[in-house]
Structures are given as C-alpha cells and as structure tokens.
C-alpha cells in the first residue's frame, strides 16, 4: 500500500503525535528551523532518539526537511497539522458548531 503525500492519514496522525517526545520536538520545530543537534541539545535526549523520532514525524507530513549543504533543518509543518487536526474534527465530532465553522471556511476557499 502506498500513501499519497497529500492524503490524510487521522490514525497516521495521532499515533505522530501521541508521544510526548514528539510533542517536545513539534513545538521546539513551531516557528523555527533547527538541526538534529540543536534538538537534541534543548530537549536532552540522544542523537538517535531524536532521529527516529523526527523519522515518524516525517513520515506523517508534520515536519518539513530542508537540505543546505550537509546540514538538515526540520521545522513544523503547520499547515499539515491544521489538515489533520480539521480530519480529526469531521470524524469524530462532526455535528459540532465549530466542525459545522470549519466546513463552511473550507468551503468558500
């Protein structure tokens, strides 16, 4: 089975986030562009760990990857996130007013 880029994955998407590591490295990425060392360094766990961890983050689309020589910068991508967290919404409280609000603004863009 192959996943489309740009197809919504809700299940994909809450497994990313359900770690708190991963929750660490989400909001430390909010805003900003940093290196696996950088990570590393501010939330204190090993090169590898934060490698992996940024691995599933990928792998769901909630950081983008940015190459500049033989650096690599990841940052959140939160657009990706906005996408997920409206799926989440749809599926699981679909008759809510603020679902309903969504719907409506996703409709006029």
Avoid at 53 to 76: F, K, P
């Amino acid at each position: 089975m192959t996943k489309k880029r740009d197809s919504v994955d809700i299940v994909a998407f809450a497994k990313a986030i359900a770690d708190e590591t991963r929750q660490r490295i989400m909001k430390l990425c909010c805003c900003q562009r940093l290196t696996v060392s950088e990570i590393t360094e501010q939330i204190g766990v090993s090169q590898p760990t934060v490698s992996h961890h940024l691995a599933i983050l990928r792998d769901a689309g909630l950081v983008t990857v940015e190459r500049e020589g033989r650096e690599t910068y990841y940052s959140l991508n939160g657009e990706r996130i906005t996408v997920c967290c409206g799926q989440l919404m749809l599926a699981f409280a679909p008759g809510e007013a603020v679902t309903r609000q969504v719907q409506r603004q996703l409709a006029r863009s």
